[in-house]
């Protein structure tokens, strides 16, 4: 989908082709200059996804950014990222997250929106002055959430183009224990196999090549934390060596993880990239792992795994996309528990594969995800999909890999979701529910509740939610609620009688 540059404000786009700067300054003093331009990214029936640009064109670093707008009556911004938002009536306020903060000369940060209704933002300004041309202020300090993700491209002509660089941000949270900085592979291999309850590894920018394992074990009250930049990038090259008849960690042998969690709870993942894996990131029975703000791309098969039990999950704020490259079939965004054939290696549960009660939140997931962007497998239970963006280009079909999200689980909450979908890609519905028979028996794909999503599904699929058997959960129906929209369906909003 190409960009669409609007006339934003009409006086935005004649004053960046100015980018004068609004504060006089004394012809010696370095400073910067502020700029922020307005493009449309996407435009559907009901709204349109947008993203914000902040530039420098000064000759000095600005260290902290706040855009503020009006919208028109009618429209407002449904959900965004990469930034704080505040909102007063019609008036709305972005301030710059810790790790987007900085803008060096010559250089951009930017964040996203997306917004229901049509109008376009007015009065724009950028530290209190027009967003054509900035001043030189500095924003007053405001609390540094972690990371939000940063909206991915339209795709150019190849089947598979290359992402843009999504922003660096600050390594969080703050350490409050010992901090151990590496460099290297081998130095990080070391931080990890060495690490203890409440410490803190730190990844310089760089790119680490290896198989990088963690089978030391968190506390709550002291989690291990591994943290760094967005340019602090894990690469494993493998796989390599004889596996096991059931992946677990043996001498020899590299599965091919950019990183590996195994019998590893209560660790901390933060702001740092993995890609060009055959997996990206897989927890093996370790609960209680938070991950937020991680760039996972360009893998072989899924892109973020919990399996074998690693219950209690989070992963936020993060962006997952061009997964499948070798097996689009089993490329899945984001994955959680395992199939019930695959029970007899990962269900370390009385038999089931319990990674119950994960939160997938605030989290952009495709484009180029080539199996579902998010499979809930049966057995797992009470987990909750929240305030995450779709995107469903390149959706490849292969072994019913069709929809958004795929929810074999049970008891599951999906609210507040985006998504879209566009060519190419093989896509039937947005989300969709199978009942998988298992033994132990679980009631697969009952139980569960969608509120307030909104879904696009480009005049090709049919559903944005379909139930796929009514019958299989009479004792525990699954609910859609009327809060939830769809545009571009083929044939409506759900298979199934909506709730009020």
């Not at 795994?305 to 997952?320: E, K, L, P």
């Not at 997931?365 to 995107?391: H, M, S, W």
Request: net charge negative; with cysteine; glycine share 14%.
């Amino acid at each position: 989908m190409s960009t669409l540059r609007t006339p934003l404000i009409g006086a935005l786009a004649a004053a960046l082709a100015v980018g004068a700067a609004v504060t006089a300054l004394p012809a010696h003093a370095a400073a910067p200059r502020l700029t922020a331009a307005f493009a449309q990214s996407s435009v559907w029936d009901t709204g349109y996804g947008a993203q914000i640009t902040v530039g420098n064109s000064g000759d000095a670093a600005a260290t902290g950014w706040t855009v503020e707008f009006d919208l028109p009556a009618g429209t407002t911004v449904a959900n965004s990222w990469s930034a704080t938002r505040s909102q007063s009536g019609t008036h709305y306020t972005f301030v710059n997250l810790g790790w987007n903060g900085t803008v060096a000369p010559g250089a951009t940060q930017s964040f996203g929106f997306n917004a229901a209704g049509g109008g376009l933002p007015l009065n724009c300004t950028v530290n209190g002055a027009p967003c054509g041309g900035g001043g030189t202020g500095t924003p007053t300090p405001t609390p540094t959430p972690t990371a939000s993700p940063s909206p991915s491209p339209s795709p150019t002509s190849s089947p598979l183009p290359t992402p843009t660089p999504t922003p660096t941000p600050t390594p969080t949270p703050t350490p409050t224990g010992p901090v151990v900085d590496v460099a290297t592979a081998a130095q990080l291999s070391a931080a990890l196999a060495d690490a203890t309850p409440g410490r803190t590894i730190r990844l310089a920018p760089g790119e680490y090549h290896g198989a990088f394992l963690a089978q030391r074990a968190g506390t709550a009250a002291a989690p291990i934390t591994l943290t760094g930049p967005r340019t602090a990038v894990l690469v494993n090259d493998g796989p390599s060596g004889d596996a096991p008849a059931c992946p677990e960690p043996a001498a020899g042998w590299d599965p091919g993880y950019g990183l590996w969690l195994y019998g590893a709870p209560y660790w901390n993942l933060t702001g740092f990239t993995v890609r060009d894996a055959k997996k990206g990131v897989v927890l093996d029975s370790s609960p209680h792992v938070t991950i937020d703000g991680l760039y996972v791309h360009h893998t072989e098969d899924e892109g973020v795994h919990f399996r074998r039990s690693s219950a209690d999950g989070v992963i936020r704020n993060s962006v997952v996309e061009y997964t499948g490259l070798v097996q689009p079939g089993y490329g899945e965004g984001v994955y959680l528990g395992s199939a019930g054939s695959n029970w007899g290696c990962h269900g370390n549960s009385a038999g089931v594969d319990r990674s119950d009660r994960v939160l997938v939140e605030n989290n952009r997931i495709g484009p180029y995800v080539a199996a579902e962007l998010i499979d809930v497998k049966e057995g797992t239970t009470g987990g909750t999909i929240r305030g995450n963006t779709f995107d469903g280009r390149g959706i490849s079909g292969q072994n019913s890999a069709d929809s958004w999200v795929d929810v074999k689980g049970v008891d599951y909450l999906i609210e507040n979701n985006t998504g879209t979908f566009a060519a190419p890609g093989t896509f039937a519905n947005g989300y969709e529910t199978h009942n998988p028979s298992t033994t132990p028996a679980f009631a697969n794909g009952c139980g569960n509740t969608w509120r307030g999503n909104r879904s696009d599904l480009g005049g090709v699929g049919a559903y944005a939610i379909k139930v796929t058997s009514v019958s299989a959960c009479a004792g525990r129906p699954n609910t859609v609620y009327a809060s939830n929209t769809v545009t571009g369906a083929v044939s409506g909003l759900t298979n199934v009688p909506v709730t009020p």
